[in-house]
């Protein structure tokens, strides 16, 4: 599992980027690795710049605690979804979000910490899926 998050950068063009902010259980991690579209980077440095930077190619993105602002999702052009898990929203920029276009979801814990539920992923990974990528990239 190490060595497919360390090849972030040579993903095929079929493939999302999705950012997992934080550890998730290997119960949970093993959700993305049993999807050949979607390619997870775990990222533990939550400073803004760093997360900014990475947030410019991600399709969605899995957190508990990070702030998200508005400037970091204003410069993440193919951001579709954040999943907040956890409960609330307080820490994502809620017009920011409307702005782009992009889903935010709340959740428990449940979807990805206590038992992978195949309903809660299955909702984030459409909305990574299904949803047609901003005009101009």
């Known amino acids: 599992m190490a060595d497919r998050l360390?090849?972030?950068?040579?993903m095929s063009k079929n493939q999302h980027k999705v950012l997992v902010v934080g550890k998730l259980p290997a119960s949970a991690m093993?959700?993305?690795?049993?999807?050949d579209d979607i390619?997870?980077?775990?990222?533990?440095d939550v400073a803004n710049e760093s997360l900014?930077?990475?947030?410019?190619?991600a399709s969605g993105m899995t957190l508990r605690g990070a702030k998200i602002s508005a400037d970091m999702?204003?410069?993440?052009?193919?951001?579709?979804?954040?999943?907040?898990?956890?409960?609330g929203?307080?820490?994502v920029d809620i017009p920011a979000m409307n702005e782009?276009?992009?889903?935010?979801?709340s959740d428990d814990g449940r979807w990805f910490t206590v038992t992978p539920d195949r309903h809660?992923?299955?909702?984030?990974?459409?909305a990574i899926l299904r949803r047609p990528e901003p005009s101009g990239t």
């Open 89 to 91: 929203y307080d820490n």
């Open 73 to 87: 999702i204003r410069s993440a052009e193919k951001l579709k979804v954040i999943s907040r898990l956890g409960v």
């Open 120 to 126: 809660g992923t299955d909702g984030f990974f459409a």
């Open 39 to 44: 390619d997870a980077k775990v990222v533990l």
């Open 6 to 10: 360390r090849l972030w950068g040579e």
């Open 52 to 57: 900014k930077e990475l947030m410019r190619d």
């Open 100 to 105: 782009r276009g992009a889903a935010l979801t």
């Open 30 to 35: 093993a959700l993305f690795e049993a999807r």
